[in-house]
């Protein structure tokens, strides 16, 4: 009867530490394997968004190096007609057309100059970021729609950042400027470059009508084309309702940039 | 000693960490966490009720065993059903634990008494709480959030639920035989089982940690 009595217990022992290890096996197993697919569907998302901002890199280098083309096309060879045709001009006589040929021809040099000034800024190689800036800025002054107030803190640091990140700050700002004369409604810019520890940081704010009040800040081409840049610099960015009320953006490069 | 004081003083009270638990966030579990806080109040409640019974009153306590198990398994039914059917799921829902009390009403008349052990139902009982534990694996294993899968609190509970079945199945099977063994032989079978309930209220107290609205 003890020897019944004995084998019973250790049947119901076995039976219930086996089933409890074969259990806690498959409940570890089960969360390994599902940690494991985890990691790789994240190494993939990663691969893709990597993929997706090479890509991107490239589009943006390539529209750059087409503008860049387009800029010095006009400027060199159309520039230079217009420039031989005005030379022309001065040798004959002006007054069958009353005298209003000439002007017609240095507005068209003007326009074809700030064109190709615009598609490929030259004094950005030349003279770095800041004298092309304010050359941005003067020309939006001089125009009169809108007053833009510059300040460089950071002194030289923004001359020494290289072509890539001066490039697409330039752009930017070019794209904040036009998206503030087409949609703010702003009299006034402020533009100001200082220095956060080692990092650079740019700020943007206008007095115009701001962000709109669904909290949508990232809708149209202008701000998919800024975010786009900014993270092709791996520039940070931060988005609010600046001092004035109307739209600020502050861009902090990383701090090895320059 | 020790082990009667792990079986009846530790494991008994441990019950109370998933309940406080539980209840500091009682307003923002989802439905289903909320139901097993549900299961483990009625289950504290028929623990206290079965040592008063037994200690106090020295009387057989085994029908309350016969009341708890289709409790039991009408909440474990209703949990699952929230959690893997939020849409619902009658047959879950009211047609199986109709159909197991109704089962478990003529295993009490007919065939296990209300003053022995309850071994063919509390069996029955455990094979559709593995099977329920199962699926909801099944279920996982075919969601497509993997990260969330492992941080959710719903395996917490399932996990909890699947290890005390799958290893008290056992017990519930032979139990009308083990309590004719020598005592020792009878401690050291119920010392497993207390580890196993004080292993499921762990997992239950993580689960509830883990939950957020």
Redesign the interface.
């Known amino acids: 009867m003890q020897k019944v ?2 084998n ?2 250790l ?3 076995f ?3 086996g ?2 290890i ?3 096996a ?2 570890f197993f ?2 390994r394997y ?2 494991n ?2 990691k790789q ?2 190494a993939m998302q990663k691969a893709e968004l990597k993929y997706g901002e090479e890509l991107l890199n490239a589009a943006l280098l390539s529209q750059e190096a087409e503008r860049k083309r387009i800029g010095q096309d006009l400027h060199d060879d159309v520039g230079a007609s217009l420039s031989n045709l005005k030379m022309m001009m001065a040798q004959t006589d002006d007054t069958a057309a009353g005298g209003k040929h000439k002007p017609l021809i240095d507005n068209i040099i003007t326009t074809v100059r700030n064109i190709s000034h615009s598609l490929s800024p030259p004094g950005l190689d030349l003279f770095g970021l800041e004298f092309t800036l304010q050359e941005l800025f003067d020309n939006f002054n001089a125009a009169g729609i809108i007053q833009l107030h510059f300040e460089n803190e950071a002194g030289k640091k923004i001359d020494a950042l290289d072509k890539k990140t001066a490039l697409a700050l330039f752009r930017v700002v070019q794209e904040l400027l036009s998206n503030t004369v087409k949609h703010a409604n702003a009299k006034n810019a402020f533009i100001k470059f200082f220095t956060e520890g080692h990092a650079i940081v740019l700020t943007y704010a206008d007095d115009g009508k701001g962000l709109p009040a669904n909290g949508n800040k990232r809708t149209g081409m202008g701000m998919q084309n800024i975010e786009a840049r900014l993270r092709m610099i791996q520039a940070n960015f931060e988005m609010a309702p600046g001092e004035r009320k109307g739209f600020f953006i502050s861009i902090t490069l990383p701090e090895n940039n320059g | 000693m020790t082990s009667k004081f792990f079986m009846s003083v530790l494991v008994p009270c441990s019950i109370l960490l998933p309940i406080v638990i539980g209840l500091l966030k009682l307003q923002r579990l989802p439905v289903n966490a909320k139901i097993i806080w549900y299961y483990l109040i009625v289950s504290a409640v028929i623990s206290a009720a079965s040592i008063f019974m037994g200690r106090v009153l020295h009387s057989n306590n085994m029908p309350l065993v016969h009341l708890y198990t289709p409790i039991e398994l009408a909440l474990f039914c209703w949990f699952y059903t929230k959690t893997l059917w939020p849409q619902g799921n009658r047959f879950l829902s009211v047609w199986l634990p109709v159909l197991f009390t109704v089962l478990c009403i003529i295993n009490a008349l007919f065939f296990q008494s209300m003053y022995t052990y309850s071994s063919y139902t509390r069996s029955v009982e455990a094979l559709i709480c593995l099977i329920l534990a199962l699926n909801y ?1 099944a279920r ?2 075919a969601y497509d959030n ?2 969330k ?2 941080s959710t609190p719903g ?1 917490y509970f399932n ?1 909890g639920i ?2 005390y079945f ?6 519930f099977v ?1 139990s009308n ?2 309590v ?3 005592h020792h ?1 009878y401690a ?2 119920f010392v ?2 207390a580890a ?1 309930v004080l292993c499921m209220y762990l997992l239950f107290a993580i689960a509830f940690l883990l939950c957020k609205k």
């Open positions: 009595t004995d019973i217990f049947l119901v022992l039976a219930m530490i089933s409890f074969l259990a806690a498959f409940i089960f969360i599902q940690r697919i985890a569907k994240e | 694996f996982m294993a993997e990260k899968n492992t395996l996990s699947f290890l799958s290893g008290g199945f056992m017990l032979f035989l083990i004719n063994l020598p032989s050291v079978i497993i089982y196993l």
